[in-house]
Antibody, heavy 122, light 107 residues
Framework: QVQLQESGPGLVKPSQTLSLTCTVSGGSISSGGYYWSWIRQHPGKGLEWIGYIYYSGSTYYNPSLKSRVTISVDTSKNQFSLKLSSVTAADTAVYYC??????????????WGQGTLVTVSS | SSELTQDPAVSVALGQTVRITCQGDSLRSYYASWYQQKPGQAPVLVIYGKNNRPSGIPDRFSGSSSGNTASLTITGAQAEDEADYYCNSRDSSGNHLFGGGTKLTVL
């Protein structure tokens, strides 16, 4: 059973960089066939896809966040990470890491982390 | 830009059938996947592909697609099905999109 666990600061100051790490257990990031994704949910709102990384390091980001987002992978630790720069209060959200299964015309997110609330405040 | 549109709220009487829809141009080329989210919990995949259910998802959940519309149907809704439901798909540019979510109330 694959499990994902987010970790990182729960409070970030405005203009600083939000940094989160997702540790994957029960499966290898290097196994291929999956995107390793970050998704967020503003309080009381819907889901917003941030971006994903393939084990090879290829990335794809939400165009609306692309200028501020970096996703990286460390296959030796079976982890992937999110950095979001120049944060504001609008970046306060629950951040989820997830595994997206790549399938012809039907990518789908089959495993989610429990989510971690990140608050941007001075 | 691409987007997926869902009705904000839907209600169903206990034991009846309800359909939740998702509209978007990307659905003409890609299947939607559907997620159930209960308060304070992470979303859970309930339907993906043409009409596939992950292990552990009751068979009262089913999916279908026609043109630019994907549908999630719950046949014989139960009280525990009350939740928010999100559709998700990708577009030709590689963007992964979520619908705005539908709040399902079981009466």
């Amino acid at each position: 059973q694959v499990q994902l666990q987010e970790s990182g600061p729960g409070l970030v100051k405005p203009s600083q960089t939000l940094s989160l790490t997702c540790t994957v257990s029960g499966g290898s990031i290097s196994s291929g066939g999956y995107y390793w994704s970050w998704i967020r949910q503003h309080p009381g709102k819907g889901l917003e896809w941030i971006g994903y990384i393939y084990y090879s390091g290829s990335t794809y980001y939400n165009p609306s966040l692309k200028s501020r987002v970096t996703i990286s992978v460390d296959t030796s630790k079976n982890q992937f990470s999110l950095k979001l720069s120049s944060v504001t209060a609008a970046d306060t959200a629950v951040y989820y890491c997830a595994r997206t299964s790549i399938a012809a015309w039907s990518d789908h997110i089959d495993y989610w982390g429990q989510g971690t609330l990140v608050t941007v405040s001075s | 830009s691409s987007e997926l549109t869902q009705d904000p709220a839907v209600s169903v009487a206990l034991g009846q059938t309800v359909r939740i829809t998702c509209q978007g141009d990307s659905l003409r080329s890609y299947y939607a996947s559907w997620y159930q989210q209960k308060p304070g919990q992470a979303p859970v995949l309930v339907i993906y592909g043409k009409n596939n259910r992950p292990s552990g998802i009751p068979d009262r959940f089913s999916g279908s697609s026609s043109g630019n519309t994907a549908s999630l149907t719950i046949t014989g809704a139960q009280a525990e099905d009350e939740a928010d439901y999100y559709c998700n798909s990708r577009d030709s540019s590689g963007n992964h999109l979520f619908g705005g979510g539908t709040k399902l109330t079981v009466l």
